[in-house]
């Protein structure tokens, strides 16, 4: 025999035991966010890797580290690690600015980004999120994280933690990762590696550091005073304040957390994160938050804009197991001809039939139907020479036989 042949390390086949649960999913994700009047957009997987670079950020560990690049026809193209970047893109490209605003897209689909495969994390994964552009006011704050929990609600998620945060805007940031920087400065050489280069360019970044000695560090009473500050400019506050009153008058229930700062290098004011108790140490389920600046620096017109991914393997992992479900009807019949004839009938009104192909015996057919069927459909001698079928129910054992021509109802 030939050398067998596995999926890579890090990636999973979807198998079709488990594919109605991705099937309950998307179809909730469709239902929601089409509530809200959000449009689905695919862009494509395969992105310039300049994208993402400018996208998402040089400093982030995605771009560091975690981006699949490879060369064709001496150009960079990169797997997308995720897909606010892609979609930004496409509003620019397709002029989506003429349109009235908001302009709110979502998306579903296949991430890449070479990590250290563990539960909960992958390197081909899928997400789903939303984004809006246009809309520089906090109802859009408030309708977006209403959106991700209606959606989490509508798959039947409820013990989820929100949490928020505001990271400001360019201009009052600038003078807190000063101070901040200022209070770590003396501690630098005790820091890990990975903060160490991050101190410089993105010192945000050092909060959210999972290692121990790093948050011990950062815990001193010096450094937490200027961690917990209120370092919002008068602009940036009023949004703040504007956006958890909003979420308090729908009883959204929230928590704000002044670590969360999130990976990517674009967010602005707003950032979320969703959480389940139910997961283990990758427990983020939902992560999002505004990104005012991106737009421009992708080169589009100046565009507010604020969106979130989920993680979807995440989501899945949280529902309980869905059985398969079962075929309208199996037909058992010895005669293929009319079993193929009745099969095309049914199908073609709106049922979901099987027949045997391989001239089984009888009571062969009848096992595999009690499996994989609500309903066996007989096509015996007789019911063929009246053009009749008997149907029976394969829970209750309880059998009719109709003419054919109404059969179809009769299953409904
Ligand atoms: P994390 O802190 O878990 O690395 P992140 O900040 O890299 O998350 P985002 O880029 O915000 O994650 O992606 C949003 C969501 O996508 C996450 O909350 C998570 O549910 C999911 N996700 C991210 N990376 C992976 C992965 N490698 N495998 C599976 N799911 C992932
Ligand atoms: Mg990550």
Same mark, same amino acid.
């Given at each position: 025999?030939?050398?067998?042949?596995?999926?890579?390390?890090?990636?999973?086949?979807?198998?079709?035991?488990?594919?109605?649960?991705?099937?309950?999913?998307?179809?909730?994700?469709?239902?929601?966010?089409?509530?809200?009047?959000?449009?689905?957009?695919?862009?494509?997987?395969?992105?310039?890797?300049?994208?993402?670079?400018?996208?998402?950020?040089?400093?982030?560990?995605?771009?560091?580290k975690?981006?699949?690049?490879?060369?064709?026809?001496?150009?960079?193209?990169?797997?997308?690690?995720?897909?606010?970047?892609?979609?930004?893109?496409?509003?620019?490209?397709?002029?989506?600015?003429?349109?009235?605003?908001?302009?709110?897209?979502?998306?579903?689909?296949?991430?890449?980004?070479?990590e250290?495969?563990?539960?909960?994390?992958?390197?081909?994964?899928?997400?789903?999120?939303v984004?809006?552009?246009?809309?520089?006011?906090?109802?859009?704050?408030?309708?977006?994280?209403?959106?991700?929990?209606?959606?989490?609600?509508?798959?039947?998620?409820?013990?989820?933690?929100?949490?928020?945060?505001s990271?400001?805007?360019?201009?009052?940031r600038?003078?807190?990762?000063?101070?901040?920087?200022?209070?770590?400065?003396?501690?630098?050489?005790?820091?890990?590696?990975?903060? *160490?280069?991050?101190?410089? &360019?993105?010192?945000? #970044?050092? @909060? %959210?550091?999972?290692?121990?000695?790093?948050? !011990? =560090?950062? /815990?001193?009473?010096?450094?937490?005073?200027?961690i917990?500050?209120?370092?919002?400019?008068?602009?940036?506050?009023?949004?703040?304040?504007?956006?958890?009153?909003?979420?308090?008058?729908?009883?959204? *229930?929230?928590?704000?957390? &002044?670590?969360?700062? #999130?990976? @990517? %290098?674009?967010?602005?004011?707003?950032?979320? !994160? =969703?959480? /389940?108790?139910?997961?283990?140490?990758q427990?983020?389920?939902?992560?999002?938050?505004?990104?005012?600046?991106?737009?421009?620096?992708?080169?589009?017109?100046?565009?507010?804009?604020?969106?979130?991914?989920?993680?979807?393997?995440?989501?899945?992992?949280?529902?309980?197991?869905?059985?398969?479900?079962?075929?309208?009807?199996? =037909?058992? /019949?010895?005669?293929?001809?009319?079993?193929?004839?009745?099969?095309?009938?049914?199908?073609?009104?709106?049922?979901?039939?099987?027949?045997?192909?391989?001239?089984?015996?009888?009571t062969?057919?009848?096992?595999?139907?009690?499996?994989?069927?609500?309903?066996?459909?007989?096509?015996?001698?007789?019911?063929?020479?009246?053009?009749?079928? /008997?149907?029976?129910?394969?829970?209750?054992?309880?059998?009719?036989?109709?003419?054919?021509?109404?059969?179809?109802?009769?299953?409904k």
């Amino acid at each position: 025999m030939a050398n067998k042949i596995n999926v890579l390390k890090g990636t999973k086949d979807i198998l079709p035991q488990d594919i109605e649960m991705w099937h309950f999913v998307e179809e909730n994700a469709l239902k929601t966010f089409t509530s809200f009047g959000v449009k689905e957009i695919r862009t494509p997987i395969i992105e310039s890797t300049d994208l993402f670079q400018r996208g998402v950020g040089e400093t982030t560990d995605i771009v560091n580290k975690e981006m699949y690049t490879f060369e064709k026809s001496e150009r960079s193209i990169t797997l997308r690690p995720e897909n606010t970047a892609g979609v930004v893109r496409s509003y620019i490209e397709n002029g989506m600015h003429r349109l009235p605003a908001p302009v709110k897209l979502w998306y579903k689909g296949p991430m890449f980004r070479y990590e250290r495969p563990q539960a909960g994390r992958q390197r081909q994964f899928h997400q789903v999120g939303v984004e809006m552009f246009g809309v520089s006011q906090p109802a859009a704050d408030a309708e977006i994280i209403l959106m991700a929990e209606n959606f989490l609600k509508s798959i039947g998620l409820e013990d989820l933690d929100v949490e928020i945060n505001s990271l400001g805007c360019p201009k009052c940031r600038a003078e807190f990762k000063e101070k901040l920087k200022n209070v770590i400065r003396p501690h630098l050489n005790e820091l890990c590696e990975d903060c *160490k280069g991050r101190f410089e &360019k993105n010192p945000l #970044r050092l @909060l %959210d550091c999972k290692v121990p000695q790093c948050q !011990e =560090i950062f /815990s001193k009473t010096e450094i937490q005073n200027v961690i917990t500050s209120d370092f919002l400019c008068d602009e940036c506050r009023e949004h703040y304040n504007q956006l958890k009153k909003y979420l308090d008058d729908l009883n959204v *229930k929230y928590s704000e957390n &002044k670590l969360l700062v #999130r990976g @990517l %290098d674009y967010y602005t004011r707003t950032v979320f !994160e =969703i959480k /389940s108790n139910n997961l283990g140490s990758q427990n983020a389920v939902c992560g999002g938050g505004r990104y005012d600046n991106l737009v421009e620096e992708l080169g589009g017109e100046p565009t507010p804009a604020i969106g979130f991914a989920m993680g979807m393997e995440r989501l899945i992992s949280l529902l309980k197991e869905k059985e398969t479900s079962k075929l309208d009807g199996y =037909i058992v /019949s010895n005669n293929t001809t009319e079993a193929l004839k009745l099969a095309q009938q049914l199908r073609l009104q709106g049922l979901n039939i099987e027949i045997d192909l391989a001239n089984k015996k009888f009571t062969k057919q009848l096992e595999k139907a009690s499996k994989v069927a609500k309903l066996a459909l007989i096509l015996g001698e007789d019911e063929i020479a009246q053009n009749k079928v /008997s149907i029976k129910n394969l829970e209750t054992g309880e059998q009719v036989t109709v003419d054919r021509n109404i059969c179809a109802e009769k299953i409904k």
